[in-house]
């Protein structure tokens, strides 16, 4: 398949939405966490565009599309990166990106949203308990790769899944973390598990995400893939 990779820009947003939608169901985190997703699908919407908005124009994160060349499909696959760490290529990275005032909009928005107004499309206490497992993994990788490329989302629209879109990506970040001579690192999915693995990341831990007096729970694991 015939791929080119390319920054994403606010203009990609309806399509990136579509491919959230399209792809994540098939999640076991995904549908754990967003319980409720297919009663409040507007809500449901507006998160995550609100959530898009603000990943785009944060300077820490590399956020490509991935398009078909040859097709005006628009972008059939996108990755979000984020470069950890105080290091100077980390600085560096920071500074080729054009966030400023934007970022600020956009992530004080999302934030007011989380903030002010329930979430109705996901149970609270498996929010909660959500938020309190990412918080200690992001210390686990702090300890051991303070510096570091950090994988936060690849998905591809379901109609062009198993074609390569998503090793592209990822291939993508693990040479951009040579680049800079930092591991890259992800909270795997059960959905993602196996195609990291193939791509060299190691096992670090198993992490259990249940709220109190669910009968329900979600595993997944931290990885690391340090450059060759």
Known sequence: ??????????????????????????????????????????????????????????????????????????????????????????????????????WNFYRTSFQNLLSTRPRPDAPPARLSACDATLSAVTQQFDVGWPSRFQLELICTHRDYQRRGAGSTILQWGLHEAGRDGVPATVAASPMGEKLYVKYGFEYIREWVVRAEDDDEEVRFQTMVYRSR
């Open 1 to 102: 398949m015939d791929l080119t990779l390319r920054d994403a820009t606010v203009v990609d947003l309806p399509r990136i939405l579509d491919i959230v939608l399209s792809a994540l169901p098939g999640d076991p985190f995904y549908c754990y966490l967003w319980a409720n997703r297919e009663e409040f699908p507007n809500d449901h919407r507006g998160y995550w565009l609100q959530r898009l908005q603000a990943d785009i124009f944060n300077p820490s994160y590399s956020f490509v599309v991935a398009e078909l060349g040859g097709e005006r499909v628009g972008p059939i696959a996108f990755g979000i990166w984020e470069r950890k760490g105080n290091d100077g290529m980390a600085g560096l990275r920071r500074g080729r990106r054009e966030g400023g005032e934007a």
